[in-house]
């Protein structure tokens, strides 16, 4: 059973930079897309953010983060990272890793983390 821990998250100003990290145990990403969602306010639906290829490294964006964040992955350590810049106040949510299948649709991802809150003031 593969356990997912984000981290990273936190309060920043508009325009400022987080990065975001999600350590996978008891399994590996190998085979699979690890994708970024985020929520807010809680109960709403989550909305896609990124995601990656873990073989290949090929990286995906929401429209509306392109430009700004950036998806990695470090195949040793069994970690993804989202790279947060230019941050602006409806980026705040918290934000959730999730391995799956590669689709930028909550619904194709079995594995969850249990979250981090990123909060931009303006």
């Known amino acids: 059973q593969v356990q997912l821990v984000e981290s990273g998250g936190g309060l920043v100003r508009a325009g400022g930079s987080l990065r975001l990290s999600c350590e996978a145990s008891?399994?590996?990403?190998?085979?699979?897309?690890v994708a970024w969602f985020r929520q807010a306010p809680p109960g709403k639906d989550r909305e896609y953010v990124s995601?990656?290829?873990?073989?290949?490294?090929?990286?995906y964006y929401a429209d509306s983060v392109k430009g700004r964040f950036a998806v990695s992955r470090d195949k040793d350590k069994n970690m993804a990272f989202l790279e947060m810049n230019d941050l602006k106040p409806e980026d705040s949510a918290v934000y959730y890793c999730?391995?799956?299948?590669?689709?930028?649709?909550?619904?194709?991802?079995?594995?969850w983390g249990l979250g981090t809150q990123v909060t931009v003031s303006s």
């Open positions: 999730a391995v799956g299948n590669g689709s930028p649709y909550a619904r194709n991802y079995d594995y």
């Open positions: 995601r990656i290829a873990w073989y290949s490294g090929n990286a």
């Open positions: 008891g399994g590996t990403f190998s085979g699979y897309a």
